[in-house]
């Protein structure tokens, strides 16, 4: 079974991608930015205050197909500069407070819209 994921609670997708996909029992979310999904705008000038939006994005879709953090099995960090590893592991540790998923945290050159954060997930049903 595969099937798209589609919500207005999560920015739309800015390329040919999907928000997230189904596949069988798991679900593989795409990269998360810090965009307004009403707006469009990108939220935040920190490391900290994006990856609260990317989150907050995350958690979206998650809830769009009755899931929420507890059910991601990995997580994928990108980041501008590795200097905000501590920065982002704070807010990363207020929406995954408890069995954390596996994750990596990587820094990278550039982000889509020079944002300095981006998130993608793996989940589980059930």
Do not use: H
């Not at 800015?14 to 810090?34: E, M, N, R």
């Not at 945290?105 to 550039?110: P, S």
């Not at 981006?118 to 989940?123: C, Q, R, T």
């Amino acid at each position: 079974m595969r099937k798209t994921v589609a919500t207005p609670g999560a920015p739309a997708a800015i390329g040919p991608y999907s928000q997230a996909v189904w596949a069988g029992d798991l679900l593989f979310v795409s990269g998360q930015i810090c965009m307004d999904p009403k707006t469009g705008a990108l939220v935040g000038k920190t490391a900290a205050e994006q990856a609260d939006q990317v989150l907050r994005n995350l958690g979206a879709i998650l809830e769009s197909q009755g899931l929420s953090f507890a059910n991601v099995v990995k997580a994928t960090v990108y980041a501008k500069d590795m200097n905000d590893f501590q920065a982002v592991n704070e807010v990363y540790a207020r929406f995954f407070d408890a069995d954390p998923p596996a994750r990596v945290f990587i820094e990278v050159a550039r982000l889509p819209k020079d944002v300095l954060v981006e998130v993608d997930a793996i989940a589980v049903k059930g």
